[in-house]
């Protein structure tokens, strides 16, 4: 993949539990119809799968922030997926079937310590060490061109950006048509 830059996201978390176990459930249970939610969302042009999982292929070998040292797990949710701007993952990451998840996720997931997630802009399709080094960037050095979130992004040309609401509202809107069956599926989940 090459050409135009497209907006690559990173996130990262620590499950309060063992993913087999009931506390985690709710998240257990949502995962596939989220990974489906993303798929039907207007912008979304892909996204790495795990090594070892059937799925898509993984973007290189899958490794962790330094906030996994000393938490028991040696694996934690993540994700790394490109998207075509950053009104189209927001109208993905905060409304319908992510956003039901999001709504659970404190019962899921331990307090946070490092950023929900890290964004940036990339002409090739990313791997999970650069993702990670992004991450990590955030963290110690706070939003920049390097590596931003939401509420400071920045734009392709390098540039501090505002994101377009309206336009928001209306992938949203065309998103929740495609992702109907998926959300009445997560609501009835109950956990």
């Known amino acids: 993949m090459s050409g135009a830059a497209k907006l690559a996201i990173y996130n990262f978390g620590l499950f309060v539990a063992p993913y087999e176990s009931p506390e985690v459930d709710g998240f257990r249970l949502r995962e596939p119809a989220n990974f489906l ?92 060490a650069e993702a990670v080094g992004r991450f990590e960037y955030l963290y110690e050095h706070g939003p920049s061109f390097e590596a931003f979130n939401f509420k400071e992004p920045y734009g392709p040309d390098g540039g501090k950006t505002t994101i377009d609401r309206a336009r928001v509202r209306e992938l949203a809107t065309l998103n929740a048509e495609r992702q109907k069956d998926l959300l009445a599926h997560v609501l009835s989940v109950g956990v």
Not at 46 to 68: K, L, N, T, V
Not at 85 to 100: I, P, W
């Open 37 to 128: 939610a993303a798929e039907r969302s207007h912008g979304f042009l892909g996204r790495s799968g795990y090594p070892g999982e059937g799925g898509p292929e993984s973007w290189g070998p899958q490794i962790f922030p330094h906030f996994i040292a000393g938490s028991g797990f040696e694996w934690a949710p993540s994700s790394l997926s490109l998207w075509a701007d950053l009104e189209s993952l927001m109208a993905f990451t905060y409304n319908g079937v992510h956003a039901d998840a999001l709504k659970h996720a404190h019962g899921w997931q331990q307090k946070r310590q490092w950023p929900a997630l890290a964004l940036w802009w990339t002409e090739i399709r990313p791997d999970w």
